[in-house]
Nanobody, 125 residues
Framework: QVQLVESGGGLVQAGGSLRLACAASGRTFNIGAMGWFRQAPGKERELVAA????????RYTDSVKDRFTISRDNAKNTVYLQMNSLKPEDTAVYYC??????????????????WGQGTQVTVSS
């Protein structure tokens, strides 16, 4: 099993920045691709960004391109999401996810095997 714990959420004004971190523990050698998802009230969970096991391949949803950056430090078993130029529409619970399938990239929530408990990000206007 793998446990994921997110941190770094909070309240920030529009235009501000936050850095989320997700620390993995347990059978971390199984972990391949990792991703950040978010879910706003009344909306479906959506992919924000994903990163391959090596960190060399990334994917972003269009609404966060050029504002958010996903990265990972495999030595620390941690994945990060740097969020800049935050907007009120970025307000959501952000979840970290990890895949054990070995696929290079995973972008759909259903394909991820492990999930964190979520961290709230609130952007005020």
């Amino acid at each position: 099993q793998v446990q994921l714990v997110e941190s770094g959420g909070g309240l920030v004004q529009a235009g501000g920045s936050l850095r989320l971190a997700c620390a993995a523990s347990g059978r971390t050698f199984n972990i391949g691709a990792m991703g950040w998802f978010r879910q706003a009230p009344g909306k479906e969970r959506e992919l924000v960004a994903a990163v391959s096991r090596s960190g060399s391949i990334t994917r972003y949803t269009d609404s966060v391109k050029d504002r958010f950056t996903i990265s990972r430090d495999n030595a620390k078993n941690t994945v990060y999401l740097q969020m800049n130029s935050l907007k009120p529409e970025d307000t959501a619970v952000y979840y970290c996810a990890a895949d054990r399938s070995g696929l290079m990239m995973v972008v759909t929530a259903q394909r991820y095997d492990y999930w964190g408990q979520g961290t709230q990000v609130t952007v005020s206007s």
